[in-house]
């Protein structure tokens, strides 16, 4: 028998034809029962013409996407800080030793007060409290404090993903770099770091997404986004398609990120690294 | 330079005087919670010496490995080395490791880099070399030990007794005065212990001063210049190999090494 790649099989297997013509056969049963139960409610046309309407959908959609560039704005600031912060927040943490106590129950104190607490609040108390103190210019652009909070309130998730990340890695790893004469510090940039953040990599991406739909959160403290912006047309158009049209554009920039954590997964990144040698 | 010890591990005896003192544990004890495993450890070796530790597993040997690269705190005792006593409160930890190099039982080396950057991390950070002269210095090195065409590939796609002779050559790179090695053929398959051992006589014969914990006996009477047996955190006897394998003086000595022979390891 030839050697074939296993993943790969020639010609069509029968068995798995037919149960792909099962599959297909039963999407076809129970989608269309669905639809045909939705289309034959009673109420169906008037839900049609306020959630679905075509016409409305195509005359706000280019405002919306001008909107989403606000969304943008803010999410790919705010990942970029959170990254950094989360990194920062999970090292401190990491640090081993009496004299560091102090900032570990800083971190630690952090990542539970900024789990505990919902985004939305973070946002509408440093939206509204930090101008309120009349230190800063009371023009400060809304997005700025949006940016904050998101960046706050993710960097805790985010550095917890970091401290699993580096305490997968196994101690004898530091301890060779140790026993080079590498710091704990140095140890951990150079040697345990870089493996941790290779696993974490999916984890962090889900993060992210999350963090991306929370960017409508920062409409609350008066940033025209594109949640805001489909409150305002919806109300002018007395048509609720608007906000069946944000919820596909998160549709569209969110699944592919969901597909690229899967696909990452499934290439190695998250799961152990074999610890070279030790276990095989 | 060779030291050329005789077997009878006599250092002192080769016509040059007295051998600067390379290693000194006095009263070593080590305890993990309930479990004391290193129970008042004494030994002085000199410069250029190989002595080699064997005794069953759990009887200390690697603990007292990790604890003179104070990779373990010590609960009592001093440990000094080149003079220099290194369990001193307010000795620069970094610093004393730079000069004690060690090799473990699992290679430990960093999967995510290449074998040159595996040998040139701690050159580059501890020592500061720049990147070009600690790759050339790296160079020679796995050139030395026939590793020169795996520079760029990473760990896990070398065999063991590969890893391992990186792992030594990682050590090397450092220039320490003593190297500790951890049982290091006890994860490699059968037929590349040899290579890894091959290395090992070849530092010896240059005059590096090694404390080797090993299972191989008779990698342990060819290479030492003394053998100490370890049982239940002392070491029980100590002397030339041909003394300690042939004619232990101590009844658990010659129980252990019954069990070796049985197991036809010697």
Known sequence: ?280 | MSAEASPGGDAAANGRGAPAEALRIEGLHKSFGQLEVLRGIDLVMAEHEVVCLIGASGSGKSTLLRCVNLLEPIDAGRIVVGGTEITAPGVHVDRVRQRIGIVFQAFNLFPHLSVIDNVTLAPRRVRKLPRAEAESEAAELLERFGLADKRREVPDRLSGGQQQRVAIVRALAMRPDILLLDEVTSALDPELVSEVLDVIRELAAGGMTMLIATHEMGFARDIADRIGFLDEGRILEMGPPSGILSDPHEPRTRQFLQRVLDAGRL
Request: glycine share 8%; net charge positive.
């Open chain 1, 1 to 280: 028998m030839t050697v074939q790649h296993p993943a790969r099989r020639r010609g069509p297997d029968p068995r798995a034809v037919r149960s792909s013509l099962l599959a297909l056969a039963s999407c076809v049963v129970v989608f269309g029962a669905l639809i045909w139960i939705v289309v034959n409610a009673p109420g169906w046309p008037a839900v049609q013409t306020s959630f679905l309407n075509g016409q409305v959908f195509w005359d706000t959609l280019p405002g919306l996407l001008d909107a989403f560039i606000i969304n943008i704005q803010l999410f790919v600031t705010a990942e970029v800080l959170v990254l950094v912060l989360g990194l920062v927040l999970a090292t401190m943490r990491s640090l081993h030793g009496p004299v560091f106590l102090p900032i570990r129950v800083l971190s630690n104190a952090y990542t539970d007060l900024f789990r505990a607490v919902p985004g939305v609040l973070v946002i509408f108390i440093l939206g509204f409290g930090i101008p309120g103190l009349g230190l800063i210019d009371p023009k400060t652009d809304q997005r700025l404090f949006g940016i904050i909070a998101l960046t706050l309130v993710y960097a805790a998730y985010v550095s917890e993903v970091y401290r699993a990340g580096i305490e997968s890695i196994h101690p004898s790893q530091d301890a060779a770099a140790r026993s080079l004469g590498l710091s704990r510090m140095q140890s951990l940039r150079h040697v345990v770091i870089p493996q941790a953040v290779r696993r974490v990599i999916p984890p962090l991406l889900n993060d992210f997404i999350g963090l991306q739909k929370d960017t409508v959160l920062v409409s609350f403290i008066g940033v025209v986004e594109i949640f805001r912006y489909s409150q305002i047309v919806s109300a002018a158009t007395y048509n609720f398609t608007p906000y069946v049209a944000v919820g596909l554009v998160f549709v569209v920039i969110t699944v592919p990120l969901i597909h690229l954590v899967d696909w990452l997964a499934k290439r190695g990144f998250g799961s152990a690294v074999t610890a070279s040698g030790a276990v095989r």
